[in-house]
């Protein structure tokens, strides 16, 4: 390779100090390049141990016929650890790391990659919508991450647009209904409500838990999203990046500035349609009837649970809100995907804890982005967090957990709170009562 390069540059008169440094930094390239392709036939490995991984949400589908390994793609995705070039040819390496930026698609220079849902052999099941977002049921609308996209300036979009569609049907509240109700008060939901409010409808926007939707789950400091959100009433936030303590302050401005009609707190369990057309929703603080219904639920709907004995005791969380409550704690994460890898590092990070120990099921991280992978590998390495993989949790004690590690029983780990974050089920059953068709998308948009 050296040599062919000090052939080319002799070639065209190059000087021998020019000629010198072109080989070096061609072979650092060269050097570079065969690294960052070991790491991602290592990944490619892991994520094969795993079987045949399917996320939820869209994520880059290339071809390799039209493909020319130029690696534009690789360059121009945020999360830098989704798509790798191995041997001359762009793979998808990590699906579950991507969150629906299709910053790819546009730098492909010869179209060879798209963003689809599911694969050729396993489908991924979405709600049937059209391109207002609006559902097979009439004046019912599905925006945000339920509807498969993962990323919040998409869901800020899909809730504006949404929200248009509704101002051009003829569908109003009728009687004591409201226009609209609005269910999730994340970025979809906010920015739907707000799009409504300023057209001067009559609107609801109900939320069982927290104010901002998923992101007010997240560990702090984490960064949640980068470029600009565009929301009615507010007007475009510029930021090369936020973090979740930004995006938290900007809906408490939202708040503030508006006076946004939300009521938190309040779980949708049930609906059915009205003799006069209207939707009438059963939600634990009473009945609500609204002539459109815009559904802004993340997939996650409730957490999974480990389904062992001694998980309902106060100690046992499915979220970590703020990790200096568990200050001078034994804590164990179970999980090794985003989440649970982003708490164990918050634990950590935090300082105070008298350990933080993570449990996960395999062997390695697959399921995380590679900033998260890097970070976690280095906590491990230095001591700050200890790895138990692959293990499972068997029981929860009062002061300890029991554990099978490495396909052996009977570890006892001292415990003072485990944080589980294993996944969660979608809101099918809502979206049953509803009547709404569900499709199955096999690699396609």
């Known amino acids: 390779m050296l040599r062919h390069v000090i052939q080319l540059a002799q070639t065209y008169g190059l000087i021998p100090g020019t000629i010198l440094?072109?080989?070096?930094?061609?072979?650092?390239?060269g050097l570079l390049g065969r690294r960052k392709e070991r790491d991602a036939?290592?990944?490619?490995?892991?994520?094969?141990?795993?079987?045949?991984?399917?996320?939820?949400?869209?994520?880059?589908?290339?071809?390799?016929?039209?493909?020319?390994?130029?690696?534009?793609?690789?360059?121009?995705?945020?999360?830098?650890?989704?798509?790798?070039?191995?041997?001359g040819v762009a793979v998808l390496v990590n699906p579950l790391a991507c969150v629906g930026h299709s910053a790819c698609v546009d730098a492909c220079p010869v179209q060879a990659v798209s963003v689809v849902f599911g694969t050729a052999t396993r489908g991924v099941e979405l709600p049937k919508i059209d391109r207002n977002f609006e559902t097979t049921r009439p004046g019912v609308y599905i925006i945000g991450e339920l509807g498969g996209m993962g990323l919040i300036r998409n869901a800020v979009a899909q809730g504006k647009q949404a929200a248009e569609h509704i101002l051009t049907s003829p569908r109003r509240g009728a009687g004591d209904a409201f226009d609209a109700i609005i269910v999730g008060a994340g970025p979809a939901g906010i920015s739907?409500?707000?799009?409504?409010?300023?057209?001067?409808?009559?609107?609801?926007?109900?939320?069982?838990?927290?104010?901002?939707?998923?992101?007010?789950?997240?560990?702090?400091?984490?960064?949640?999203?980068?470029?600009?959100?565009?929301?009615?009433?507010?007007?475009?936030?510029?930021?090369?990046?936020?973090?979740?303590?930004?995006?938290?302050?900007?809906?408490?401005?939202?708040?503030?500035?508006?006076?946004?009609?939300?009521?938190?707190?309040?779980?949708?369990?049930?609906?059915?349609?009205?003799?006069?057309?209207?939707?009438?929703?059963?939600?634990?603080t009473g009945p609500l009837r609204a002539a459109n219904v815009l559904l802004g639920l993340g997939r996650r709907g409730s957490p999974r649970k480990l389904e062992v004995d001694g998980e309902e005791q106060a100690k046992v969380h499915y979220r970590l809100l703020e990790p200096g409550e568990f200050r001078g704690k034994h804590v164990l994460v179970v999980g090794g995907g985003n989440s649970a890898v982003e708490s164990a590092l918050s634990l950590m990070d935090a300082g105070g804890c008298a350990s933080v120990t993570i449990s996960y099921r395999r062997a390695a991280f697959a399921r995380c982005r590679a900033d998260n992978r890097r970070r976690i590998d280095e906590a491990i390495a230095t001591g700050r967090v200890r790895a138990l993989m692959p293990s499972t949790v068997t029981s929860v004690g009062s002061s300890e957990v029991l554990l099978g590690v490495d396909g052996k029983a009977g570890m006892t780990l001292p415990n003072d709170a485990v944080i589980v974050q294993i996944g969660g089920t979608t809101p099918a059953e809502l979206l049953g009562k509803f009547g709404i068709e569900v499709t199955t998308k096999y690699g396609e948009m």
Request: aromatic share 6%; glycine share 8%; net charge neutral.
């Open 21 to 29: 440094v072109a080989a070096i930094i061609y072979w650092l390239f």
């Open 192 to 284: 739907a409500t707000l799009r409504l409010m300023e057209a001067g409808l009559r609107v609801l926007l109900v939320e069982r838990e927290a104010f901002g939707g998923t992101i007010m789950h997240y560990p702090r400091a984490k960064v949640v999203m980068t470029g600009t959100l565009d929301f009615p009433l507010i007007g475009k936030i510029k930021r090369k990046k936020m973090s979740k303590e930004d995006l938290v302050e900007l809906w408490q401005r939202i708040l503030s500035e508006t006076r946004l009609p939300v009521q938190v707190g309040t779980l949708v369990e049930g609906v059915k349609s009205d003799a006069d057309g209207m939707w009438r929703l059963e939600t634990s």
């Open 41 to 87: 036939i290592a990944t490619l490995a892991d994520m094969a141990a795993l079987g045949e991984v399917v996320p939820d949400t869209l994520h880059p589908k290339i071809d390799p016929n039209r493909c020319i390994g130029s690696g534009a793609c690789v360059t121009a995705c945020p999360e830098k650890d989704v798509i790798a070039v191995v041997r």
